[in-house]
C-alpha cells in the first residue's frame, strides 16, 4: 500500500517562508514523478510544481510561483519538497502531495497522478 505523508504547513505572514515535505512509502512503491498541487477554498485545484525522479530530475513549476517555489527532492528518502518564499494571500490553499510510479506526458494534469497525500493547510495572512 503506497502512502504519501505531507508536513510543513502552517500559518505565515505575507512575505514569508515555509517549506513543505512529502515522503512517499510503500513496499515496493519507487516514484518516477512528485508533485504538489493547491485547492484553495473554491476554486479548483491547480498544479503548483513537479519533479522527475529518475533520472535528468527536471522540475516544473507554475507561472504563477516560478521564482518564488522551488521543487527539489531526495530520492534516497523517496522525498520531495516544496521551499516556498515571498508567499502572498492568493497562496492561501490546501497543498496536495501527489506521486506516480510511471511515465507521465502532462506533469500540471492532476489526473495523471495516482498517488496522493492528504493535504496540508498554508495560510498566509496579509
Known amino acids: 500500500q503506497v502512502q504519501l505523508v505531507e508536513s510543513g504547513g502552517g500559518l505565515v505572514q505575507a512575505g514569508g517562508s515555509l517549506r513543505l515535505s512529502c515522503t512517499a512509502s510503500?513496499?515496493?512503491?519507487?516514484?518516477?514523478?512528485m508533485g504538489w498541487f493547491r485547492q484553495a477554498p473554491g476554486k479548483e485545484r491547480e498544479f503548483v510544481a513537479a519533479?522527475?525522479?529518475?533520472?535528468?530530475?527536471?522540475?516544473y513549476h507554475a507561472d504563477s510561483v516560478k521564482g518564488r517555489f522551488t521543487i527539489s527532492g531526495d530520492n534516497a528518502k523517496n522525498t520531495v519538497y516544496l521551499q516556498m518564499n515571498s508567499l502572498q494571500s492568493e497562496d492561501t490553499a490546501v497543498y496536495y502531495c501527489?506521486?506516480?510510479?510511471?511515465?507521465?506526458?502532462?506533469?500540471?494534469?492532476?489526473?495523471?497522478?495516482?498517488?496522493w497525500g492528504q493535504g496540508t493547510q498554508v495560510t498566509v495572512s496579509s
Open positions: 510503500g513496499r515496493t512503491f519507487k516514484t518516477v514523478y
Open positions: 519533479l522527475r525522479t529518475i533520472g535528468d530530475t527536471t522540475t
Open positions: 501527489a506521486a506516480q510510479d510511471k511515465r507521465i506526458y502532462e506533469t500540471d494534469y492532476d489526473r495523471e497522478y495516482d498517488y
